[in-house]
């Protein structure tokens, strides 16, 4: 099984250019999660979806929009990037709430923005 | 306060060697406790679940006092693979169940 798969796996933008970072699983999962992790911090939760058709703001949502396409896939948008948001993002996947069942990660997505 | 601390390392330790991590949490509503295991440049993975009774598996126990916040992970007889970095992971039950993580505690072991 492929589990959670993210793309792409690394990406460099300029101030102001726009990307999306796909994810799809193919586990059957109802809820999905965009993270991101800093040096220092540990990780944040973006933007949650708990089901196919919701999707929540997290603990940093600002500057990221989010897109539950369907059950198996979980787009993030940078619309106009900036250098705060040079990251490595990570999105995941559960059966259940995060809490009740384990999360599932994707391999990570290493963002520069110059 | 930050919600979740630890002790960033990283701790050396020889193969075979016995160790053991801690990691406070400052929320005393907090429903459930896991360790995650992150090795370099990849993905976290879930580790453990930590329950109140205490668990064990294989040569990893979790052990959780909800008294003092605090929950640990002990690891004997460390394998070179055991080299890692460990996110303590704590769920607050906010409606979603919010998980907050921990920087993470990193581990060498060395031969």
């Known amino acids: 099984n492929a589990g959670v798969t993210q793309t792409p796996k690394f990406q460099v933008l300029k101030t102001g250019q726009s990307m999306t970072l796909q994810c799809a699983q193919d586990?059957?999962?109802?809820?999905m999660y965009w993270y991101r992790q800093d040096p220092g911090m540990g990780l944040r939760l973006i933007y949650y979806?708990?089901?196919?058709?919701?999707?929540d703001k997290g603990e940093v949502p600002n500057g990221y929009n989010v897109s539950r396409l369907n059950k198996r896939e979980f787009s993030l948008r940078l619309e106009s990037a900036a250098p705060s948001q040079t990251s490595v993002y990570f999105c995941?996947?559960?059966?259940?709430?995060?809490?009740?069942?384990?999360?599932?990660f994707g391999n990570g997505t290493r963002l520069t923005v110059t | 306060r930050k919600e979740v601390e630890q002790d960033p390392g990283p701790f050396n330790v020889p193969e075979g060697a016995t160790v053991a991590f801690n990691c406070t949490y400052s929320?005393?509503?907090?429903?459930?406790f896991f360790w995650y295991r992150q090795d370099c440049r990849k993905e976290p993975k879930l580790l453990m679940s930590?329950?109140?009774s205490g668990n064990e598996d294989g040569r990893f126990t979790a052990q959780l006092n909800r008294a003092s916040q605090y929950i640990s992970l002990l690891i004997r007889d460390s394998k070179l693979s055991d080299s890692a970095t460990y996110l303590c992971?704590?769920?607050?039950?906010?409606?979603?169940?919010?998980?907050?993580f921990g920087t993470g505690t990193r581990l060498l072991v060395s031969p």
């Open positions: 995941a996947s559960s059966e259940a709430l995060p809490g009740n069942s384990p999360l599932h």
């Open positions: 586990m059957n999962h109802n809820s």
């Open positions: 979806s708990a089901s196919e058709g919701t999707t």
């Open positions: 929320n005393s509503a907090s429903q459930s």
């Open positions: 930590v329950y109140s």
């Open positions: 992971v704590v769920s607050l039950n906010t409606g979603f169940q919010k998980l907050v």
